[in-house]
């Protein structure tokens, strides 16, 4: 009998798994790359500001930061001598080429829509573009015209918005806060600019609550990696609604399913808690490739962010390295869109039906992506009073008004620090580095970028929620002064 050939450079076996793995993505970090997210970042954050928390352009003018690029870097949490340098030359380009009036900002209100354009006689003019669209957040569309997407309205399944607060969005006027909440409340705005609002709430009630001149109660603003919370607790509850199994199985990404893949190493904890180990090249100005792990470019690129993300390499042993990134969250994010579509039912109105509408959180909205993915990682928005709904949750252990909607004992997986080498959870952090001195060591939070923060502290059985601008600074010694004189005044 005659043996089949066999092939001296690859095995030809067939493969019964279909698709083989994803092409890895490469992270292009040129002149001109770092240019379009400058100005994509612009119009999403002029989008987020006027067409979803709602301020005129005269206010989001004056909360607009330019912000600085970063490129991705390796495990050192650096780059190697003689490559980056492009990013810190864009950031501060960006700032005086807008006042030099080189960069426009113009924004339609009709359409909510805000175009950015910078104008260069060496690179030409480069365009972003954002549009605002209610349910979808702030679409990030960069480069592209319109989404590729049709964002019609997310039909709400929300409770009588009569009920008294938590259940729903009725709120009895808190008594005035003593004499040392009054005055922790006052050094914590004057030393914060940015601050929209403070609610303290126990389970039952809001105990206390202020806002600045440009907050109100029923005002929307950001979350940036809050939102991480969000997704962790959406996978709580596939899990407890039995979509999926365990966070300790291998994580079923729909680009990860051939079983010979290397992704099959990373499980769904691994992503939840930083240590999935995935990474991509990062290719710069001049043709040099380095290693990176991504951090931003999600909120910066107009493009497809679950697919991104599941194209991320294996970098590093899965478990063995904990590195904060967004691009394990997003594939998390792909997780729990394939979930849902399996079972034939509208992605987006079930994202919301299985955690934000359960909880009567009525502001709140996810942010998409160009193709209509909800951004994993960050960027939603709700109210002070909605986002404290979320710390209540977990105050309940994962019971809402006497139903269980999370696994027994999923509040102390997910507000538990990793066992080794790092104070984060599964997309909370904990108290375990002493960062608020004189918080108890069980405190933990949901936290974004610019010191948002749901405070979750189940020794007191008190939540306290602070939203703030993006880019603004936060006095973190009169906020751990604050959150300790609540803990002595209602705990």
Not at 18 to 25: I, L, S, V, W
Not at 145 to 152: I, Q
Not at 227 to 237: C, D, E, H, Q, V
Not at 391 to 404: A, F, K, S
Request: hydrophobic share 45%.
């Amino acid at each position: 009998m005659s043996r089949p050939p066999v092939e001296p450079i690859f095995d030809r076996t067939p493969s019964p798994f279909g698709a083989m793995p994803a092409e890895p993505m490469v992270h292009d970090a040129s002149v001109q790359a770092l240019r379009q997210r400058t100005v994509n970042f612009a119009a999403k954050r002029y989008a987020d500001m006027m067409f979803v928390t709602g301020l005129d352009r005269a206010t989001a003018d004056a909360h607009f930061r330019w912000r600085p690029l970063t490129i991705p870097a390796g495990l050192r949490a650096r780059l190697p001598a003689g490559v980056g340098k492009e990013a810190v030359a864009a950031s501060a380009l960006a700032e005086a080429a807008h006042k030099a009036g080189r960069i426009v900002i113009e924004t339609d209100a009709a359409d909510r829509r805000v175009t950015v354009r910078w104008n260069d006689a060496a690179l030409g003019t480069v365009t972003g573009t954002a549009l605002g669209r209610a349910g979808y957040g702030g679409i990030l569309l960069g480069e592209h015209g319109e989404p590729g997407f049709d964002p019609v309205p997310v039909p709400r399944a929300l409770p009588d918005a009569g009920l008294s607060w938590p259940l729903g969005q009725a709120v009895d006027a808190p008594p005035a806060p003593t004499g040392a909440l009054a005055a922790a409340m006052d050094a914590f705005f004057a030393g914060s600019s940015g601050l929209y609002a403070v609610v303290v709430a126990s389970p039952t009630r809001i105990l206390a609550e202020r806002y600045s001149a440009f907050g109100r109660p029923d005002r929307a603003t950001p979350s940036w990696s809050m939102t991480k919370a969000i997704t962790s607790t959406l996978i709580g509850r596939l899990i407890h609604e039995g979509w999926l199994n365990s966070v300790y199985d291998p994580a079923p990404a729909p680009l990860w399913r051939d079983p010979r893949g290397i992704h099959q190493l990373i499980t769904i904890d691994h992503l939840l808690r930083m240590r999935a180990g995935l990474g991509f090249p990062v290719r710069h100005e001049g043709g040099a490739v380095t290693l990176g792990f991504e951090n931003s470019s999600v909120y910066q690129d107009g493009r497809d962010a679950f697919e991104a993300a599941q194209r991320s390499i294996v970098a590093t042993v899965p478990g063995a390295v904990f590195r904060y990134i967004n691009s394990g969250l997003n594939v998390l994010g792909a997780i729990i869109r394939d979930r849902i579509e399996q079972r034939g039912l509208p992605y987006h109105g079930t994202v919301y039906g299985m955690l934000a509408d359960r909880l009567g959180m009525h502001s709140y909205q996810h942010s998409a992506d160009i193709v209509g993915n909800f951004i994993a990682s960050g960027a939603g928005f709700a109210t002070a009073r909605d986002y404290a709904k979320l710390g209540v949750l977990y105050l309940n252990d994962g019971v809402w008004n006497g139903e269980r909607l999370l696994p027994e004992g999923w509040a102390d997986y997910a507000l538990t620090a990793t066992h080794t080498g790092t104070s984060y959870a599964a997309c909370f952090r904990t108290n375990s580095d002493r960062l608020f001195p004189d918080l108890p060591d069980d405190a933990a939070w949901a936290s974004g970028a610019s010191d948002q923060r749901i405070f979750i502290l189940r020794g007191a059985q008190l939540t306290v929620t602070v939203t703030n601008e993006t880019d603004h600074p936060v006095d973190l010694a009169a906020l751990n002064r604050l959150v300790a004189t609540a803990i002595e005044g209602y705990g």
